[in-house]
């Protein structure tokens, strides 16, 4: 048996024959933890995914661990507002992210910066991308009323993020969500 150690925040959610979401989650491990009480739940994860009962089955009174891939977050050196959000990386880093990821946008010290989970939809690796050698991607993400700039001291960190749903073939129940690491 293994051990699992708890990251993030635990979310709790009513469940019913009707698919229900969380929150989005920053990616913080490659897995996410399900315990389900009252009644057995169909797992999903995704950027906005809805449970069906051909997903993962997580049994009554039981618990199931369910991989989200490797964990994905960039530092973000430039910021280029508009209708849609230009962010760059580093020079020689290319983009840990891909067109259809869900991304949020912390940055340390300047909140009004910040997003969540917006998608990603443009990745452009080539080379001379306005005179930097470095990767540009665009977040569906309206930043144009936004009046900050990104301010060198400070941290700008994309990471990905989902969501996880669930649903029960009959009854009621609760479902208890959290991100785990294994030892």
Known sequence: ?????????????????????????QQQSDSVRVLAEGAGVYVNT?????????????GLQGSGTVSLGPV??????????GSSTILQFQEGTGSAFEVGDAVTLTVTGQPTLDFEHRLVTN????????GQFSCQITVDYDSSAV?????SVNTAILRKSFKVSVKTETGTGTAYIQQVQRS
Do not use: C, H, W
């Not at 990251?7 to 929150?23: A, C, E, F």
């Not at 990745?123 to 306005?130: I, L, R």
């Not at 009046?147 to 301010?151: E, S, T």
């Open 46 to 58: 995704g950027d906005n995914p809805t449970s069906t009962n051909e997903n993962y089955y997580v």
């Open 123 to 130: 990745v452009n690796n080539s080379s001379g991308v306005g």
């Open 1 to 25: 048996m293994s051990n699992v150690r708890p990251v993030g925040i635990n979310s709790t959610l009513s469940t019913s024959t009707s698919s229900v979401q969380t929150s989005a989650f």
């Open 72 to 81: 994905r977050s960039q530092p973000v050196v430039a910021i280029t507002k």
């Open 147 to 151: 009046g900050a700039v990104l301010q």
